[in-house]
């Protein structure tokens, strides 16, 4: 069952940080028509669409990346307080009254929605260039999939972690700098140190 869930890490961590280089291309081609812009005053025809275009592409296929490094907004004021099992629970609630419904619907409503678009071979209507944006439309339903099989594997951990009173090991590339100080806090707790103490000398 680990390997399976790493597995799925893996896959949106791969998706996630391939979109990402999406970053680069948006940055040449917003400067790209700045300076065509305002130093050789012809604009483009595209940098909007090019902007939107980009920038939605990274937003919707980073989702499943974020969900399985638990990066999205969580109102966990009293969440952070409650035991694993507790933590675990309430979310495997919300997981399959409101993640998995939302998901499912994306996916059905996203395919219908990117068919259309793909059989019209759908151009923007906001610049004389025509764009094609089918190809954006057509990521809709993708992102919903990658997200169904990330929420398929916090699913699972939830169930781990209820049986087993602990939450199961993750993919980690990138870490809360509060999580590092509450970290090094317990180790310094488990040497017997305090963290008054830790910094002086002998």
Known sequence: MKNFL???????????????W??????????????VRY????PTT????????????????AGAY???????????VLYRFFSPRKQASLDLVLYIIFFLPAVIA??????????????????????????PIFP????????????????IAEIIRCIICIREGSWPQRLHDVEETESIVI??????????QTPQNSGRGA
């Open 66 to 76: 974020t969900l399985s490094r638990g990066g999205h907004v969580r109102a966990d």
């Open 39 to 42: 130093a050789f005053r012809a």
């Open 183 to 192: 970290r090094e806090l317990q180790h310094q707790e488990q040497q017997g």
């Open 106 to 131: 994306l996916i059905y409503s996203g395919w219908n929605y990117a068919a259309t678009s793909i059989r019209f071979k759908e151009v923007s209507i906001f610049s004389p260039a025509g764009i």
């Open 22 to 35: 999406l970053i680069m291309v948006l940055t040449l081609g917003v400067s790209y028509e700045v300076l």
């Open 46 to 61: 595209w940098a909007f669409d090019f902007s939107y275009i980009n920038y939605g592409a990274m937003f919707l296929m």
């Open 6 to 20: 790493f597995f799925i890490d893996s896959l949106s961590t791969w998706v996630g940080k391939s979109f990402a």
């Open 136 to 151: 954006l439309k057509a990521l809709i339903p993708a992102t919903g999939v990658f997200l169904l099989l990330q929420g």
